[in-house]
T-cell receptor
Framework: AQSVTQPDIHITVSEGASLELRCNYS??????LFWYVQSPGQGLQLLLK??????LVQGIKGFEAEFKRSQSSFNLRKPSVHWSDAAEYFC?????????????FGKGTHLIIQP | DTAVSQTPKYLVTQMGNDKSIKCEQN?????MYWYKQDSKKFLKIMFS???????INETVPNRFSPKSPDKAHLNLHINSLELGDSAVYFC?????????????FGEGSRLTVL
């Protein structure tokens, strides 16, 4: 069965510093991968997604992620974080049945921005 | 226009009561889902419906009963509420044909059982 691991429960970054959030997946075939962000009290918003092709994908809010098949990773990056980036970040993989089977999510990484 | 809307946003109730959460999507999607987010922010799928047909029914107590009157609506009814049911419940929708499974989420319904 597919699974997603986000090794870091909390990450603290200074405003203006670069950010990398880690995500590892377990999946039998070529995965469809996603990063979602959840601001406090809000629902989940899609940041970016990877299906195939270019392994570096660009998303909204200045985020990007790189798919590395050899490492089974899909890490999220941002060159310079803003205080408004403080939120919960979830990596997800589509379930192997596809179709209506939904997504499997990692346990999330809580991002704290220091002034 | 809100794409996926859930009501109510907050729900506080006593143990043993029955409550419902409603969800509607105006995206024309054919699949809808309920996810539960626990106090540690872990998201777990509960149900999915495709064109009003139940597709996924994860290991969820049968006190939880989803109902889909049409493909734009998926409601969640919970009987005999227990303390452990306290969580945030998210509705989501997606296309299932020729797509990659991207989900669109509502803002969540925070259920507190006292």
């Amino acid at each position: 069965a597919q699974s997603v691991t986000q090794p870091d429960i909390h990450i603290t970054v200074s405003e203006g510093a670069s950010l990398e959030l880690r995500c590892n997946y377990s999946y039998g075939a070529t995965p469809y991968l996603f990063w979602y962000v959840q601001s406090p009290g809000q629902g989940l918003q899609l940041l970016l997604k990877y299906f195939s092709g270019d392994t570096l994908v660009q998303g909204i809010k200045g985020f990007e992620a790189e798919f590395k098949r050899s490492q089974s990773s899909f890490n999220l990056r941002k060159p310079s974080v803003h205080w408004s980036d403080a939120a919960e970040y979830f990596c997800a993989v589509v379930n192997s049945g596809g179709g209506a089977d939904g997504l499997t999510f990692g346990k999330g990484t809580h991002l704290i921005i220091q002034p | 226009d809100t794409a996926v809307s859930q009501t109510p946003k907050y729900l506080v109730t006593q143990m043993g009561n029955d409550k419902s959460i409603k969800c509607e999507q105006n995206l024309g999607h054919d699949t809808m889902y309920w996810y539960k987010q626990d106090s540690k922010k872990f998201l777990k799928i509960m149900f999915s419906y495709n064109n009003k047909e139940l597709i996924i029914n994860e290991t969820v107590p049968n006190r939880f009963s989803p109902k889909s009157p049409d493909k734009a609506h998926l409601n969640l009814h919970i009987n005999s509420l227990e303390l452990g049911d306290s969580a945030v419940y998210f509705c989501a929708s997606s296309h299932t044909k020729g797509t990659t499974g991207e989900l669109f989420f509502g803002e969540g319904s925070r259920l507190t059982v006292l």
